[in-house]
């Protein structure tokens, strides 16, 4: 039960039915899920008990940054983020408990055929249905309007699920066949291309070359033949004349929108270090000793006008916490993030690489997929002893 439940709810990851920064679908699942663990387990934090203390530490300290602040202008928004970190613990707590309780592999197979099964899914919704494209999308990208792709708010959101969702798959421990593994990368490689991100097709190429490193490590003769199937699927998915896209006899209009986009010589306002929000760093140094809380950068001095263009959001990960909870919330996020790295391993830590190039440009720690990823990253041992015949986990 528990185990269907996980499988739905990463399935439901790719529903956003509400606008972003509401609940969606997936938080009543995980409620579930939280529920039937209360009720079937007990907590057991021996192996990841550094791990659970460096997260409780993080939250404190973003809750107590946060409501200094929230008691210091009165603004609620303060109190906003802490709320989705929160949730993202509970995340994170759920699922390496149940990962590390999987003796009989069901996890790694929950976990696979639902990844599989969503990208299947979201490939067919831009593919089939009414919602728009890179193509519609791209003609927004100046005026942010509707942005809406398959079933994600904006382009950003695609891009960073797709590139989760297959490193969730290829940290899971055990034996993957070749044709899956390609099926998968080809898969979120296109929906990439769809999301016209450069970040996101960046790190999609990090991830293809994790990918072919790890083969070669293995001594897999088949390098050649994985990486063409790969690239076959998600360049026939380029190529294929779609029902709701029409091709000129110039070319392929879907390449032509993500050239445009890679080679975007425009200066753009949010193409700039103001525009994600870095120069906010030099200008407020008073700011990352203690941190200005997240969730009024609006009322933060970004040093320069950039034409008038003021980000709502500091479009990175790591500088927005480094801003937000100054250098004590990021030295505990990363020493979170080297705790979970050094439970599961160099190996399946290099899986965090494609998110975090992502989240170069974007602010992804409120994703709650991360965390799933750093979850299955930290119970791999565990998963990996319970893929071999004959063994049993160690105690979590």
């Not at 994985?226 to 294929?240: D, E, T």
């Not at 994600?276 to 006008?305: K, M, P, Q």
């Amino acid at each position: 039960m528990v185990f269907a439940v996980w499988g739905a709810y990463l399935l439901s990851t790719m529903l956003y039915v509400l606008p972003s920064g509401l609940p969606q679908p997936s938080a009543a699942l995980l409620a579930v899920l939280s529920g039937l663990f209360l009720l079937g387990y007990e907590l057991r934090a021996e192996r990841l008990a550094r791990c659970y203390f460096l997260l409780a530490g993080f939250l404190v300290w973003c809750l107590t940054v946060s409501t200094v602040q929230f008691l210091a202008t009165g603004n609620l928004a303060y109190l906003k983020a802490p709320l989705f970190y929160s949730y993202d613990a509970i995340a994170f707590v759920v699922v390496t408990q149940i990962a590390s309780r999987s003796d009989d592999g069901l996890f790694a197979t929950a976990t696979r055929a639902s990844l599989l099964a969503m990208l299947l899914v979201q490939n067919l919704l831009i593919l089939h249905s009414d919602h728009q494209t890179s193509l519609e999308v791209g003609a927004k990208l100046k005026n942010f309007g509707e942005r809406e792709i398959g079933s994600f708010n904006n382009p950003n959101q695609l891009a960073h699920w797709a590139l989760l969702a297959p490193s969730i798959y290829m940290v899971i421990p055990g034996r993957r066949g070749l044709l899956c593994d390609a099926a998968v990368l080809g898969l979120a490689g296109w929906l990439l291309v769809a999301s016209a991100s450069r970040a996101g097709l960046l790190g999609g190429a990090i991830m293809l070359a994790l990918w072919l490193t790890d083969l070669v490590r293995r001594g897999d003769a088949r390098l050649w033949l994985g990486a063409v199937a790969a690239a076959s699927l998600c360049g026939g998915l380029v190529f294929w004349n779609g029902p709701n896209l029409s091709f000129d006899a110039s070319g392929n209009q879907r390449l032509a929108v993500i050239v445009q986009r890679i080679d975007e010589r425009e200066e753009k306002a949010d193409n700039t270090l103001a525009g994600r929000g870095y120069t906010a760093i030099l200008t407020n140094v008073g700011y990352l000793a203690f941190g200005s809380g997240e969730g009024d950068f609006e009322g933060i001095d970004l040093g320069t006008t950039n034409d008038g263009f003021h980000p709502g959001e500091f479009h990175s990960t790591f500088g927005n916490v480094l801003l937000s909870y100054g250098v004590v919330g990021l030295a505990l996020l990363l020493a979170l993030l080297a705790e979970v790295v050094r439970l599961g391993g160099i190996g399946p830590g290099l899986w965090l690489l494609p998110a975090f190039v992502f989240g170069t440009g974007h602010m992804g720690l409120r994703f709650t997929l991360l965390w799933a990823l750093l979850a299955c990253i930290a119970t791999a041992p565990e998963l990996g002893a319970a893929s071999r015949p004959g063994s049993a986990p160690a105690p979590a």
